[in-house]
């Protein structure tokens, strides 16, 4: 052995002992900062990459393929890469859209006066506020490697808020022996700072944690988000798109102060008049059914279905959801339950003009809480499944009377849209065996969105969708899908997985994982047999829903929520009255201003809830403005200032004066329904 091989095997076999104990202090460090992540990496073994030591530079990664993940040295690299983001930095800005059309309700005027168009403002105008302040307030960071971009990063910027994906354990476990994770994490372990790293799922998974993340330390903190991807892969390349596309989508299901309203209100009325609500799930205490049940959406392939769920109507509880009543009724089909998710009264006037009364006869309906009252006024019998993180479901929650073995449902994974009300409302059931029909969660093509019996179809429904992408198809390759539709995939699976039935998917729509696919026509029934559906759906009813044990003194329940909610808006308005003239320091005032809300929090849930999401989008919408902003900085903040002291009187005076209205406004159009004889 030559000198020079003496010292390479010095150089490796010192590099070795720095790596292993570099790996044990980064491990004790996580398992007292993150210890889900010390955990699972303690005693990982390595899959397909692996680390590798080279004289001329240090370590570098290899891949499955054989290839160095670096070109470079990796320092040099990171280097460079930082170098070339100081001059061109990519970020996502939050656009706000302006809402058209009246609405009556407070947070239209607050959001309308936010509103800037955005066509006016040029990447400029960001790259020049970049360049002038080294604060970076939320990073996302696309690829762990070696780490060394991250020191640099946070070096020479100040990141208030960093998240960071890796898809690949291996590499994440290399970078343990590395990087200085222990000082890095110390960092972040400081008032102000915020640290979330997702590893090794999947793009949707990784979308769903990471916009989870921003909104538990505020919503606002994804108004302008940085974004830097240090090196390319599928599973990273395919959430960098979901990001640039999806993030105006994130704030989706945030509820304003007067959706909170509405919702908590809904509750309160039909609790009043006796409607029942949920209180057992038959699944959870594994009370199963021994006959099928088919979940069924509007979806273009209830066309492709119905001849079969015709066929077995008899052999199994049909329940459908949202507008598939209306292309029931066109069919001649008439299902065991119906169900709807939304709270507005819209939803009361497509199902009073697009179904007829004979129709609904002794339909069961079953709807959220927050649904309006005059929809249960549709059906002879009614009922309603509390919904989680909902004001009105917390009301029902705190009105059970404290004794042992008094329970209350809760509507698992009931959302975005009707079917995943539909999927709950069946686990509730305590059914084990759900075929899904029209639950599609996808398109062969943009024209065919839904059953051809279904009103969308003669509405400008498929002008008002912009934001198709492939996915993975259930019997074909692929199909387009949309935002809110996979969101809706994503819990249906949540539901499966969590509840672990069996599940049928007969769709020529979106796969679902954990649900068996199935063309309609290589389906056996022939093993089914009739059941007494009367008797099995009063069955169902009579263990699920029932009064005992429920107080309905509201007023005492809810007593305090007013003083609360002006004590936050006194000290909110306080904070804005400071007088700044940078975009950093209105972070602060927000950050400031959130932790109000989570005070709210602890004292009283029902003031926390009914304004925490305009909070969340006050100051999302407020930063936004106020980042881009051409005119006077010092002008556009107190337009800011002055539009949450008039929102904040507005709320105020609302609760005086109309808390338990029940709201009456519609967005059903009458261009909706279109007379039709087929």
Known sequence: MNLDDVISNAERLKFNLEASQQFNKNIRAFERLMPAISAHFENYKLEEMRLEYFSEYGPNIRNKDGRLVYPEAPQSFAVKQVEKYKKDADFNLLVFNKIEFETGYIHQDMMSSLFFDTQEYKKEYLDLRFLNSNVIHSLLVFGVGLGHHLQKLCTDFDVRNLNIYEPNEDIFFISLHVFDWAGFLGLYNREGYNLELVIGVNEDRAYQQLTMNYLKIGFYNMSFVHMFKHYSSSKIDALYRKFKQDLNKVGIGMGFYDDEKVGLVHTLEKSKYGVLPGRRSLTARKDFREYPVVVIGNGPSLDLTIDFIRDIKDKAILISCGTALHSLEKYGLKPDVHVENERPYATFDWLSQETSADFRKDIVFVGLNVVHPKVHELFERSYMIAKPNDLGGQFLVDSLE??????????????????????AVAVAFGFDKVILAGVDYGMPERSKHHSIKSPHMKSDYKNRVSDEYKVEGNLRPF??????????????EDLIKKYGFKCLN???GSKIHGATPCRVDDLDTTGMVNIDKKMALNSIIGKVFYAEGINTDFENTLAGIDAEIQRFFGGANKILSHEISVIDDFYLLARDIYALVRGLQKTNHYAYGLIKGSVDYFLSASISRLSISRNSFVDDYRLVRSVFERFSTQVIADMADSFYRVDEWSNYSDSFHTPTTD
């Open 402 to 423: 404290q004794k042992p073995g008094n329970s209350l449902l809760m509507a698992d994974f009931c959302g975005p849209t009707c079917t995943n009300f539909g999927g």
């Open 479 to 492: 199909v387009l899908t949309t935002s809110v539709l996979h969101k809706s995939l994503m819990s249906f």
């Open 506 to 508: 007969i769709n020529d």
